[in-house]
């Protein structure tokens, strides 16, 4: 069955980066795009980015500067990488399976990430 | 990028029907999907495309709209309704709206 599980540091400290891994299992990343959103604690989703099946990356505006998508295929592995965190990135981060570049079919269960030093 | 404006918050009796909205501020076709968040829980896709039903979920729950304003409808409301939905664009990039905290009288 389809599944992604988000793994990664639970704090880190300002100004530093966040590296996060969401692995996946049931389907190939050659077939279908993954993306990632995050949610602050009691406030909505905010689309952050993803990764096509050919490989493309798009990122949202406004955090465009600081990420970084890739992938690794052969173990079925997304990253992200966020650069010069502060505390307002504190928020559950999801990886999510994408369909035709439109919605998210099956999503992980999230990991905590707060940025405090 | 594209804006989704939706009510903050309904109060529905279980057996009610309920229709929450989304408006976008520019037309996004009908590029738009419906989400369903309980608590300490992952967002569960409902309807994709503007009033396609996801896999597996119940009939109960259906979308409807074009262009700027859509509807989620849920009749008859259940108990286990109880969550928070989120509609999503993908006209243009992805957005998603503030979300609709649905409670049960």
């Known amino acids: 069955q389809v599944q992604l599980k988000e793994s990664g540091p639970g704090l880190v400290q300002p100004s530093q980066t966040l590296s996060l891994t969401c692995t996946v299992s049931?389907?190939?990343?050659?077939?279908?795009?993954v993306g990632w959103v995050r949610q602050p604690p009691g406030k909505g989703l905010e689309w952050i980015g993803e990764?096509?099946?050919?490989?493309?990356?798009h990122y949202t505006p406004p955090l465009k500067s600081r990420l970084s998508i890739s992938r690794d295929t052969s173990k079925s592995q997304i990253f992200l990488k966020m650069d010069s965190l502060q505390t307002e990135d504190t928020a559950m981060y999801f990886c999510?399976?994408?369909?035709?570049?439109?919605?998210?079919?099956?999503w992980g269960q999230g990991v905590m990430v707060t940025v405090s030093s | 990028d594209t804006v989704l404006t939706q009510s903050p918050a309904l109060a529905v009796s279980p057996g009610e029907r309920v229709s929450i909205s989304c408006r976008a501020s520019e037309g996004v076709d009908s590029y738009m999907h419906w989400y369903q968040q309980k608590p300490g829980q992952q967002p569960k896709l409902l309807i994709y495309k503007a009033s396609k039903l996801a896999f597996g979920v119940p009939a109960r729950f259906s979308g409807s709209g074009s262009g700027t304003d859509f509807t989620l409808t849920i009749d008859p409301v259940e108990a286990d309704d109880t969550a928070t939905y989120f509609c999503q664009q993908s006209w243009n990039d992805r957005t998603f709206g503030g979300g609709t905290k649905l409670e049960l009288k």
């Open positions: 049931g389907f190939s990343l050659t077939n279908y795009d």
């Open positions: 990764i096509w099946s050919g490989g493309n990356t």
């Open positions: 999510a399976r994408s369909r035709y570049h439109d919605y998210f079919d099956y």
